[in-house]
T-cell receptor, first 111, second 112 residues
């Protein structure tokens, strides 16, 4: 079983603070996705990283894929209450038809 | 373009009952998956399919059956519901080139 471990499991911060969420595995993935899920809804894709060492920025969110393609991080700058939600990472292998998900990080940003 | 649709949205079953959760996608994706999500946790793969007529087991397949007679539809059958199957069930359609998964809105199932 290929496991993806996310840390921290829970994170509660004040508006304006910065934070980093980690996603680690002993397995190599061909790509890694980050999703955000709000209560009562399905996960929605934020970003896909493919190349080892790749860094992608999406407004205040910065995603990095480890050089060995086994780990990834999500950094949020100046968090806002609208960032509140469950953040999930998922590792995939090309044409495998399936992904492995981490258990998620529940982020709460207080105004 | 509806994306991924799931029915029903909510369901309550008694132990031992059977039912089918419906999932359909209109994006012509070959790959589809079923996951369950328990409170405060990530997604666990139940079954997946890489094309019509081809299915395989995921991490937690026991108690569930699937079939894929068409590209669009991927129903999940609970054979004899148990309280341990109380969960939220998500169907996903996967763009094979990018591995991006598009999720349906989920089915919230309670087994009494």
């Amino acid at each position: 079983t290929q496991l993806l471990e996310q840390s921290p499991q829970f994170l509660s911060i004040q508006e304006g603070e910065n934070l980093t969420v980690y996603c680690n595995s002993s397995s190599v993935f061909s790509s890694l996705q980050w999703y955000r899920q709000e209560p009562g809804e399905g996960p929605v894709l934020l970003v896909t990283v493919v190349t080892g060492g790749e860094v992608k920025k999406l407004k205040r969110l910065t995603f990095q894929f480890g050089d060995a393609r086994k780990d990834s991080s999500l950094h949020i700058t100046a968090a806002q209450p609208g960032d509140t939600g469950l953040y999930l990472c998922a590792g995939a292998h090309t044409n495998a038809g399936k992904s492995t998900f981490g258990d998620g990080t529940t982020l709460t940003v207080k105004p | 373009n509806a994306g991924v649709t799931q029915t029903p949205k909510f369901q309550v079953l008694k132990t031992g009952q059977s039912m089918t959760l419906q999932c359909a996608q209109d994006m012509n994706h070959e790959y589809m998956s079923w996951y369950r999500q328990d409170p405060g946790m990530g997604l666990r793969l139940i079954h997946y399919s890489v094309g019509a007529g081809i299915t395989d087991q995921g991490e937690v397949p026991n108690g569930y059956n699937v079939s894929r007679s068409t590209t669009e539809d991927f129903p999940l059958r609970l054979l004899s519901a148990a309280p341990s199957q109380t969960s939220v069930y998500f169907c996903a359609s996967i763009a094979s080139v990018t591995d991006t998964q598009y999720f349906g809105p989920g089915t919230r199932l309670t087994v009494l």
